[in-house]
Every structure is written in structure tokens, then in C-alpha cells.
Nanobody
Framework: QVQLVESGGGLVQPGGSLRLSCAASGFTLDNYAIGWFRQAPGKEREGVSC????????YYADSVKGRFTISKDNAKNTVYLQMNSLKPEDTAVYYCATDLINAVVAGTPRYWGPGTQVTVSS
């Protein structure tokens, strides 16, 4: 019943911006945390950012801090990832995932979207 669908990926030049969306259904963002993860070719999956369900606390990986911003719109049940100053090393499939905050922080949330491709290249 829990479903997540990412959108907004695509091809962008270095230094450009993209805004990813994660549309949630079957649950409310008032009760679950959302995390963004990414996996590049030949690399392990890594956590990018997450936002809590309660107070809206956020986390960012050091590699994206200052460039990416996570936010949510509870009325639309949607989470966003604004990505600025994109670098080629940001190229990856980006996934959103949800669970209680402890599972999201641990990298083991139960529910995942299918992913959206982000390619940063000149």
C-alpha cells in the first residue's frame, strides 16, 4: 500500500540545478521520515539527505552539504530535493525511501521508490 514515485531527474550541465520530487501515497508524511539515496555505477548506495516526520529536522551528507536542500509539503504528501551547483560526481540513480526515522538514518528503510536518473555532464 505504501508507494513512492520519484520524478524530476534528467541531464544537466555541471553547475546546473534540478529539483527532484517524491510523491508518497498510502501513508502520511506526518508519521514517517523520508530519505534520499543515490547509487552511481560501480559504487555503493549512499545516503544523501533525510527529513524527519516530527520536527522537520534534516540531515545532509558532507558531499552535498551547502548544495542540496530537502523539504516537504505535507498537504501534497510530497518531499523535494533541490540540487544546485551540480557536479559530475552527483551522477547516479536517486531513490526516495521511507520508514521510521531510525531505519532511514540506518540506511535500511522498508519502502523504496523505483528511482530517477540524474546525469551531470557537459
Amino acid at each position: 500500500q505504501v508507494q513512492l514515485v520519484e520524478s524530476g531527474g534528467g541531464l544537466v550541465q555541471p553547475g546546473g540545478s534540478l529539483r527532484l520530487s517524491c510523491a508518497a501515497s498510502g501513508f502520511t508524511l506526518d508519521n514517517y521520515a523520508i530519505g534520499w539515496f543515490r547509487q552511481a555505477p560501480g559504487k555503493e548506495r549512499e545516503g544523501v539527505s533525510c527529513i524527519s516526520s516530527s520536527d522537520g529536522s534534516t540531515y545532509y551528507a558532507d558531499s552535498v552539504k551547502g548544495r542540496f536542500t530537502i523539504s516537504k509539503d505535507n498537504a501534497k504528501n510530497t518531499v523535494y530535493l533541490q540540487m544546485n551547483s551540480l557536479k559530475p560526481e552527483d551522477t547516479a540513480v536517486y531513490y526516495c525511501a521511507t520508514d521510521l526515522i531510525n531505519a532511514v538514518v540506518a540506511g535500511t528503510p522498508r519502502y523504496w521508490g523505483p528511482g530517477t536518473q540524474v546525469t551531470v555532464s557537459s
